[in-house]
Nanobody, 126 residues
């Protein structure tokens, strides 16, 4: 299963950014179409942090740290999941990853995710 996150960059505090995560092969597209997808991030020296997840029918859950600022959506026709990030803060600086869950319902349980792909760097300046 191959997933690729993209859309990162350098922004200022208060700006918005939208990340995308797409399947890179037909096999991956078939795999993720009925599974939940999640977004995570990892800052230097810190553990990987759950941000949010979207189930195959579109239900979402979010970490308290980003609730109200970040929004996850998915386009099943394009086999792509998005992370809209608003009101960005310097503490949001990290490498952002997407991953697919073994289950169809949105979940924050890290052990359910089995593909991490290549992340995208987001840097927020103050």
């Amino acid at each position: 299963v191959q997933l690729q996150a993209s859309g990162g960059g350098l922004v200022q505090a208060g700006d918005s950014l939208r990340l995308s995560c797409a399947a890179s092969s037909a096999a991956t597209r078939r795999t993720i179409s009925n599974n939940a997808l999640g977004w995570f991030r990892q800052a230097p020296g810190k553990e990987r942090e759950f941000l949010g997840s979207i189930g195959w029918r579109g239900s979402t859950i979010y970490a308290d740290s980003v609730k109200g600022r970040f929004t996850i959506s998915r386009d099943n026709a394009r086999n792509t999941v998005y992370l809209q990030m608003d009101s960005l803060r310097p503490e949001d600086t990290a490498v952002y990853y997407c991953s697919v869950s073994r289950h169809s319902m949105a979940t924050s349980r890290l052990e359910y995710y089995y593909n991490w792909g290549k992340g995208t760097q987001v840097t927020v300046s103050s």
